[in-house]
């Protein structure tokens, strides 16, 4: 018997409520915040990705990357912000910034798996290209911001805010850092000996304990930014108090590719654990140019849509079911027909294929229907059926020709809308 593959899941239809439920509720957020849906494909060419810096994590280790059967070196795509910076170039976008853009869709990275952490998941996630300006930086925050609240979380969400300055604050710290991890070397995980000669502040990001360790004495980002820099953060800081987005400064915060500058964020609920980062970014700056385009500043989230659906506690809005209850078989051919006609004027109708009333009724219920729609034999002569409301018991009895009227009336007395 096949498994999915390690690392994929597949979505049953409650979850996959759940997940539509994210998707949807990110899409008109993002639309209101005046973000456009975009897609990309779910492959690129390697070499999109490999801008994204070849010391991070998701390339050097995470990619899935394969031959195709023309030569083609590909990637499925690990993240979307690539993609989209791609995109943007090839159908030259970038004389009409700001662009604001909303994507969704499936990512590929080969992780670990466990809970929270898949092969195959999916982001949800909103870029900003064009300004340089604080405002930028607040509006996506806020727009995730938005986004968290209206899924309503039983746990919290805590924002956490970091900056990982200009070039120049860049250069100074990881001298810094360099200094000081150069005394631990022997105490640092294997990798992070070789990020210290590669790319010192991915430690800042490292998992392993021992390197969580000494990170707690290590020199802290905020000792060596820039005025420039510093100034910016401010505004940002100033700017997330006036939208009234409250933040907890998290100075250990760095982002997972190598091309973050600048504002970096993380939303981050205690409930998942290691996994408890639900969406995250940050600003940047260098990534259009270091595609091959022109120098412009961006700044974007991504979500991840498990970890919302996991934790929200907003549950999926089904519209009101109606089972339709036959006794007999020319009565079951009736409602067969009646089925369809109420289905095209949009209601949401469960028919069985068999079974006595009294099992459908069970089914009804299970299925958590609203109203039973029950024909007998000796209805068929008078044209009427029996319209009973599942949860008072009350019932009646109706013409064929007056159903639609009716059921319409009655849902709408329920406030339920019937499409
Ligand atoms: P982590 O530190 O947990 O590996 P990351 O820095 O690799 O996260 P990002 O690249 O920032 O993650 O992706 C944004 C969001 O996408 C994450 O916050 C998370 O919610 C989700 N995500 C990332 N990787 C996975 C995965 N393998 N499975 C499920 N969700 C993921
Ligand atoms: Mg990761």
Redesign the pocket.
């Known amino acids: 018997m096949f498994q999915p593959v390690r690392g994929t899941h597949d979505f049953l239809p409650e979850e996959m409520s759940k997940h539509l439920l994210v998707i949807e509720k990110a899409r008109q957020i993002s639309c209101c915040y005046g973000f456009e849906e975009i897609q990309t494909p779910i492959f690129e060419f390697s070499g999109v990705f490999h801008r994204l810096g070849e010391t991070s994590?998701?390339i050097s280790k995470e990619t899935y990357s394969f031959e195709d059967r023309g030569g083609e070196a590909l990637t499925l795509r690990p993240?979307g912000t690539a993609p989209v910076m791609r995109a943007v170039l090839s159908n030259g976008l970038t004389q009409n910034i700001p662009l604001k853009f909303f994507y969704q869709g499936p990512?590929f990275?080969y992780?670990r798996p466990q809970k929270?952490?898949?092969?195959q998941?999916h982001?949800i996630g909103a870029e900003l290209v064009g300004p340089a300006v604080a405002e930028a930086d607040a509006e996506v925050i806020a727009l995730a911001q938005a986004l968290i609240e209206s899924l309503k979380f039983s746990d919290e969400v805590m924002l956490h805010l970091n900056t990982l300055g200009d070039k120049e604050s860049r250069a100074l710290y990881r001298e810094a850092l360099v200094t000081y991890f150069s005394k631990y070397q022997q105490d640092l995980s294997k990798e992070s000996q070789t990020r210290l000669e590669q790319n010192p502040l991915r430690i800042l990001?490292s998992?392993d304990a021992k390197d969580q360790k000494l990170l707690t004495e290590a020199p802290l980002f905020g000792d060596f930014l820039t005025t420039e820099a510093q100034v910016f953060f401010e505004a940002v800081q100033e700017k997330l108090n006036l939208l009234g987005v409250s933040f907890h400064l998290n100075p250990r915060l760095v982002?997972?590719?190598d091309y973050y500058c600048h504002t970096a964020f993380?939303f981050v609920s205690e409930a998942l654990g290691?996994?408890g980062?639900?969406?995250?970014?940050g600003r940047y700056d260098g990534l259009l140019k270091n595609m091959g385009g022109p120098d412009l500043p961006g700044v974007g989230w991504?979500?991840?849509v498990?970890?919302?659906q996991e934790l929200m506690s907003l549950e999926p809005q089904k519209q009101v079911l109606i089972s339709l209850i036959p006794m007999g078989a020319e009565a079951a051919g009736v409602l067969f027909k009646l089925a369809n006609d109420l289905r095209k004027s949009g209601f949401r109708v469960d028919l069985g294929y068999s079974g006595n009333m009294s099992k459908r009724l069970k089914k009804a219920n299970r299925l958590q229907a609203k109203v039973a729609v029950l024909l007998g034999e000796d209805e068929l002569e008078s044209r009427q059926v029996t319209v009973r409301d599942l949860e008072t018991g009350v019932q009646n009895h109706v013409a064929f020709e007056g159903l639609k009227d009716y059921l319409k009336e009655i849902l709408q007395s329920r406030k339920e809308s019937f499409s």
């Open positions: 994590d998701i993240e990512m990275r992780d929270g952490r898949y092969r998941f982001q990001d998992k982002r997972g590719l993380e290691a996994q980062t639900v969406l995250a970014g991504a979500g991840g498990e970890r919302l």
